[in-house]
């Protein structure tokens, strides 16, 4: 599994008012939490991009005072007028502790009902999972190759080994949908059938 290592600095003052300094400075204030004991720190925002503006579900490795935490990203907030990142939460991975991530979806495999002219619709992105930090990984495989035209798979049917889904089971995360060509050559079919 990909991580993205982070430099941090150990924050000596907490508060509103510590961390507006912090972010006139050019550093994002941020907290580790899970672990031991909670750290608050500030880095660069530039080391935190690789973290912040991607899809894929990643391990951080925040390095502070010659410690390294491995961290999996719980929370962000941005500011509302500039849209800069202001603040981030990171919950530290305790071996024997599980914790509770949303891993991305991967669809594998060429559908049926594609196959048959539908179009596949992907209802969900990702999953919430429970799991011990040795079990995550960077995203959940789900095979559509069995999805018939008009077809869904749900949360029940996604295979996710050690982890445990949060997620309803009925909700249908990717659907084959009938497309309007298609729709239109039946209907054509069925009146051509009747003369």
């Known amino acids: 599994m990909r991580s993205v290592k982070v430099e941090g600095k150990r924050r000596s003052e907490n508060g509103k ?3 507006r ?7 994002v204030p941020g907290v580790i939490y899970g672990g031991k004991e909670t750290i608050h720190f500030s880095a660069n925002p530039m080391a ?11 391990l951080a490795e925040i390095a502070i005072d010659g410690t390294t935490y491995r961290c999996i990203l719980k929370d962000l907030q941005f ?4 849209d800069e990142l202001s603040h981030i939460d990171f919950l530290e991975l305790v071996e024997d502790k ?15 009902g594609v196959k048959a002219g539908g179009r596949l619709e992907i209802k969900v992105k990702s999953l919430k999972v429970r799991t011990l930090p040795k079990h995550l990984a960077e995203n959940i495989e789900v095979n559509i ?8 798979i ?11 889904i949060l997620n309803s089971p009925r909700i249908p995360i990717a659907s084959v949908v009938m497309t309007r060509a298609l ?13």
């Open 98 to 112: 599980k914790v509770i991530a949303n891993l991305p979806l991967k669809f594998v495999g060429q559908s049926e």
């Open 183 to 195: 729709k239109q050559a039946e209907t054509e079919e069925a009146k051509g059938g009747k003369k």
């Open 145 to 152: 190759d069995k999805l018939q035209l008009n077809g869904n």
């Open 21 to 27: 300094q912090l972010r006139s400075e050019g550093q």
């Open 17 to 19: 008012k510590a961390a």
């Open 79 to 82: 500011d509302v007028v500039t």
């Open 48 to 58: 935190l991009r690789p973290l912040v503006y991607t899809p894929d579900f990643q």
């Open 154 to 164: 749900r949360v029940e049917d996604v295979k996710a080994g050690e982890m445990e």
